[in-house]
């Protein structure tokens, strides 16, 4: 699956329009044992584990830091950040709602030999600590690509807007923070001075330096996990994502990833109480 954006605030994508068809339909379709299968094969069992990765997020929402936690915030992102919970609510999203033909699609791609190579890249990027590191080689990649006037810049691009991962990491980030503030106020965490409507308009009124920020950490991003592979590999993955049957795959495996990722930091404001009961916040 194509590199997570970590961005300042995380990423998550809204999942109304599925939760109402969750609710309408049995568990379904595909065995356990395919959906895992799957999982690997894209790579998007490793893409649910480096969520972890940005939990450190969650702080800084609130004007703080991970240490300001001491030892007990390590503690706490193992517990809440637990890799097979989540895997498993990915099990279960996916095992309600990604069809048959889909599933078989992805897979097919995934399992080739240009499919693997990119998996085992993508893998690699999405565990990768230093993010600061990533994104700094990326950007001086891309600025050289820039100077020779290379044709790349545009493949990855457009392997971006494959991807659908612009528009997607701005409602995730909207949605995250909104989800994680008020699951902090009811918990006595924070005291907002604003309901919820305002407080999204207040996110939306951001949008547009939010775009743009998203926007060149998504080619630094592209520009270092792709850095091995040829331009015609990258025009015939970006080709491949382009394909409305992997569109409607990443469409949900996005939506799954990012309701986990916003499930799990309302579980954390919920427990940042707990932690630091006399904390003024």
Known sequence: MQTLIRTPFLAFVTLCLLALQLQSQPARAANLERLEAFLEVTGFDVALESIR???????????MRADDFGSEWSRLVQEVFDTEVMHDMAIDILGRALEDHLLTHAADFYASDLGQRLVMAENESHMM??????????????AGLVRIGSPRVGLL????????SEDSAIR???E??????????AAGVIELQMDEPDLREALRSQEPDLRTSIKA??????AYTYQAFSDDE???YAEALEHPKMQKVYELMNAVQYEIMANRFERVAQRLSDMQPSQDL
């Open 172 to 174: 995730a980030i909207q």
């Open 129 to 142: 600590v230093d993010d600061a590191l990533k994104t700094e080689s990326g950007e001086a990649i891309v």
């Open 157 to 164: 691009r457009k392997l971006n807007d494959a991807s659908g």
């Open 234 to 236: 990258v025009a015939a």
């Open 53 to 63: 990765l940005s939990a450190d997020t969650a702080p800084r929402m609130l004007g």
């Open 176 to 185: 995250v923070q909104v989800r994680f503030l008020m699951a902090a106020a």
């Open 217 to 222: 950490n998504a080619l630094a991003n592209a």
